[in-house]
């Protein structure tokens, strides 16, 4: 359900940042410390991406190579599973890619649609640009409803704190939004991270999520993919 960081800012901080360059910068140091060596891809690549100006128009044109998967307006594929893109945080977007260029966070898939020429920081930034810009639609995959009050419970208790009360992310640390997310995608991934298959999680969330039983874990994808869309500042 995240992406890394090795803590969270100090709480003094948190109350006297007001700056977003200022958060972004200190976040994103902080992460890019914590990070494995990677040949493959230079620690400076997301921090270019990330103090570029995304183009949305160049990003449309650019995303035509992910529509396969993501679908023209990326919403993704509820049964693949495939996230849905549209909305999601510019800063969540550049994270990822750049964690899967640089062998971070493990998706195999993706590789070659990131790597090398395929995509350079620009290119990225414009993407990302355009994705968080656009209108989220398509049908989202949503679980079966069964047990949300306990979802919610869990989700209130052990995950706001990163992704926001109601699953809109914070996009200063890179932690996604998760509301209204395809229910398999979100039920994989975290059954990825648990089992220590995803490559770049929070070490935190990684033991957290150990401690869920697969009724919990499905529990709280179930109650995330019945969230509204959170309205995010342009």
């Known amino acids: 359900m995240s992406v890394p960081h090795a803590c969270h800012p100090p709480a003094r901080l948190k109350r006297s940042w007001t700056s977003r360059r200022c958060l972004v ?18 620690p ?9 100006q995304g183009d949305p128009a160049r990003g449309k044109a650019a995303f035509d190579n992910c ?17 849905r893109l549209s909305g999601q945080h510019a800063s969540v977007i550049i994270k990822q890619v750049s964690d899967i260029r640089g062998g971070r966070r493990i998706n195999d898939p993706m590789k070659p649609y990131v790597d090398g020429a395929a995509m350079d920081a620009q290119t990225l930034a414009d993407i990302a640009g355009y994705l968080q810009a656009l209108p989220m639609s398509g049908t989202l995959g949503k679980g079966p409803g069964t047990d949300l009050e306990r ?16 699953g809109e992310g914070i996009a200063e640390a890179f932690h996604p939004m998760l509301a209204a997310q395809h229910y398999r995608y979100l039920l994989r991934e975290m059954q990825l991270i648990r089992d220590g298959n995803r490559g770049n999680s929070n070490p935190a969330m ?3 999520v150990k401690t869920y039983p697969p009724a919990d874990l499905e529990a709280v994808a179930d109650y995330l993919s019945q969230l509204p869309p959170s309205v995010k500042p342009r």
Do not use: N, Y
């Not at 400076?44 to 570029?52: C, R």
């Not at 979802?151 to 109601?166: N, V």
């Open 151 to 166: 979802g919610k419970s869990l989700f209130e208790r052990d995950c706001a704190g990163c992704h926001g009360a109601r």
């Open 25 to 42: 910068s200190w976040v994103a140091t902080l992460a890019l410390s914590s990070l494995p060596a990677v040949a493959a891809d230079p």
């Open 206 to 208: 990684v033991q957290l």
């Open 44 to 52: 400076d690549s997301l921090m270019a991406a990330l103090t570029l």
């Open 67 to 83: 529509i396969g998967c993501h679908r023209k307006d990326a919403s993704g594929r509820a049964a693949d599973p495939i996230p």
